[in-house]
């Protein structure tokens, strides 16, 4: 991290400051709940066809990619709409002797925060249950920052592309909550139609389940580790290109 980059990262840091303790609720409140519901609630009548587990267990890492996609999502769209046409905040900080990467990469190490956070709550609450028994479940931190980068960095180049925030509305309708009913969350892929199957695919959202599902419960990834990786990275590098480009072109003219 360039020192450009981490005092703009401080900056939203000490603006954390005024929200932590709201915040901390969430993160614990809402893994809890979801779990005692879903998990628990839910999971009491469904019994066959979730690889032998509880559903409860099968769900975690489900929730965990899930939750980084909505926060990582969330927290790319209006923030960064308001900063380029709002508030004009991007466009102080470029006055400074910050470049436009500093400016992009301090808000998305920012977002990724926010994302460990929320993970880390719902992490803490599932090893409670009991469900994350293997040590290779610390292998859940890496991968879902891999996963928010993926869905961050493309929404990072939307939201400085649309001209209202009217367009996320479309945004979570039409891509964030299909990717979240059918990569994998709460129900497996194989039990969906072929043409809905491939929609799962292409998302990084089912990459990202595919990875923590074999961190968590020690089971084989439908495509090789390296080329789910690989396909996130792809996902990640693309969506920084494009931001980088589009927030270019908007700070700078």
Same mark, same amino acid.
């Given at each position: 991290m360039s020192s450009g980059v981490f005092f703009v990262f401080e900056y939203y840091l000490v603006g954390f400051?005024? =929200? @932590? %303790?709201?915040?901390?609720?969430t993160t614990f409140g809402l893994p809890l709940l =979801?779990?005692?519901g879903l998990g628990m609630g839910v999971g009491h009548y469904l019994t066959e066809g979730f690889d032998g587990l509880p559903y409860l267990h099968w769900i975690v890492p489900g929730l965990i990619a899930s939750t980084a996609v909505s926060v990582a999502v969330g927290n790319s769209t209006w923030p $960064?709409? /308001? %900063?380029?046409? @709002?508030t004009g905040s991007y466009g102080i900080q470029l006055a400074t002797p910050?470049? $436009? /990467?500093?400016?992009l990469g301090g808000h998305v190490a920012f977002v990724l925060f926010r994302v460990l956070l929320s993970c880390a709550g719902l992490l803490i609450v599932s090893a409670a249950f009991g469900v994350l028994r293997s040590p290779s479940s610390l292998l859940v931190v890496p991968l879902t920052l891999l996963l928010a980068l993926s869905c961050a960095a493309p929404t990072f180049a939307f939201s400085s592309s649309v001209p209202s925030e009217t367009y996320f509305s479309a945004l979570t309708r039409f891509v964030v909550i299909p990717m979240s009913l059918f990569a994998g969350v709460f129900?497996? $892929?194989? =039990?969906?139609? /072929?043409? /809905?199957?491939l929609l799962a695919y292409v998302s990084p959202l089912w990459s990202g389940i595919c990875l923590i599902r074999s961190a968590v419960q020690n089971v084989a990834t439908p495509w090789p580790v390296a080329l789910h990786l690989l396909y996130l990275a792809l996902w990640a590098a693309a969506? @920084?290109?494009?931001?980088h480009h589009r927030f270019r072109l908007k700070l700078t003219g």
């Amino acid at each position: 991290m360039s020192s450009g980059v981490f005092f703009v990262f401080e900056y939203y840091l000490v603006g954390f400051r005024r =929200t @932590w %303790k709201a915040a901390l609720l969430t993160t614990f409140g809402l893994p809890l709940l =979801t779990l005692l519901g879903l998990g628990m609630g839910v999971g009491h009548y469904l019994t066959e066809g979730f690889d032998g587990l509880p559903y409860l267990h099968w769900i975690v890492p489900g929730l965990i990619a899930s939750t980084a996609v909505s926060v990582a999502v969330g927290n790319s769209t209006w923030p $960064v709409l /308001a %900063k380029l046409s @709002w508030t004009g905040s991007y466009g102080i900080q470029l006055a400074t002797p910050l470049r $436009v /990467a500093d400016i992009l990469g301090g808000h998305v190490a920012f977002v990724l925060f926010r994302v460990l956070l929320s993970c880390a709550g719902l992490l803490i609450v599932s090893a409670a249950f009991g469900v994350l028994r293997s040590p290779s479940s610390l292998l859940v931190v890496p991968l879902t920052l891999l996963l928010a980068l993926s869905c961050a960095a493309p929404t990072f180049a939307f939201s400085s592309s649309v001209p209202s925030e009217t367009y996320f509305s479309a945004l979570t309708r039409f891509v964030v909550i299909p990717m979240s009913l059918f990569a994998g969350v709460f129900f497996p $892929v194989e =039990t969906l139609p /072929a043409a /809905a199957r491939l929609l799962a695919y292409v998302s990084p959202l089912w990459s990202g389940i595919c990875l923590i599902r074999s961190a968590v419960q020690n089971v084989a990834t439908p495509w090789p580790v390296a080329l789910h990786l690989l396909y996130l990275a792809l996902w990640a590098a693309a969506g @920084w290109l494009l931001a980088h480009h589009r927030f270019r072109l908007k700070l700078t003219g």
